[in-house]
């Protein structure tokens, strides 16, 4: 891994005194443990808005639109006039102004975008929210302000326009950047940062299941992605510390009309202002 990358990973790490309770449950109680590994894993941490998104932030035109499907508000960002609609979809504890890069170079381009803070993110209220939340206010802003020509997301907001098409939100492009794949191994790796065993990770993932009534694979992007027909383009960095590049071939493999873009020393976040990933998407859309 480049050291770019093993920054990143350093500004990943979960505070100590997270990782004793999660120790000290697992002495207690496997289903204390389990209860309090899934309150982590569903509760966003909010960030304060970077300066590199204060344009964004301040040229859109916001409002509180009410996602029915899941009784919650969301904040939603309308940017530039263009009469092409793009929806761009955030990552975990991001936010609707992260993809700010990619949005400016569409507005010159003759788009305008529409961007949210999911639940429990940014200026949206709840303190917790997953993917099945990220996949409802798709389809509630397609319902308000759909049609949209495109689709953009990233990591989970990728995972989430693949599975919101699976649902019938339709597009007639998707780009996907740093997505994440199996939600199993999503839900693994998050037990091993906090270093629990493998015993608590099983029953984390009952808990979700028996929440959702349905098996965990359902949401992988990789099954989504073999119902998705439309061009997508799949971007993934080499050195992304999150999500490894493995899961863009194996979303890759699963689409049936789709390009690959892999890239190097970029990681999970800084990706989304490079030029060559933003041009290289514009040419896709236009194309």
Known sequence: ??????????????????????????????????????????????????????????KSRQENVKVTSINKSIRVYHYGEGTKKVLLVH?????????????????????????????????????????????????????????????????LGAMAVLNAIKEGFKVQKAVTIGSGDVIKDIMDDFIRKLGMKIATGKLMIKIFEKKFGTTINSYSAYIAAQQVTIPVL?????????????????IYQNLQNAELMITSGLGHRKILGDKKVINRITDFLAT
């Open 1 to 58: 891994m480049s050291e770019k990358g093993k920054k990143q990973r350093e500004t990943l790490k979960i505070p100590k005194p997270i990782l004793v309770t999660a120790k000290i449950l697992e002495l207690t109680s496997a289903k204390l443990a389990a209860k309090f590994a899934m309150k982590l894993f569903v509760t966003p941490v909010k960030f304060t808005l970077p300066k590199r998104e204060e344009e964004m932030e301040r």
């Open 91 to 155: 990552g975990w504890s991001g936010r609707g102004t992260q993809l700010h890069s990619i949005a400016d170079k569409l507005l010159k381009n003759g788009y305008s975008t529409i961007s949210f803070d999911a639940p429990a993110h940014g200026k949206s209220g709840s303190k917790k929210s997953d993917m099945t939340e990220f996949i409802a206010a798709i389809h509630q802003l397609d319902k308000d302000y759909g049609p949209f020509e495109f689709a953009i997301g990233h990591s």
């Open 234 to 250: 799949v971007i993934h960095d080499t050195d992304d510390a999150d999500v490894p590049v493995s899961a863009a071939h194996h």
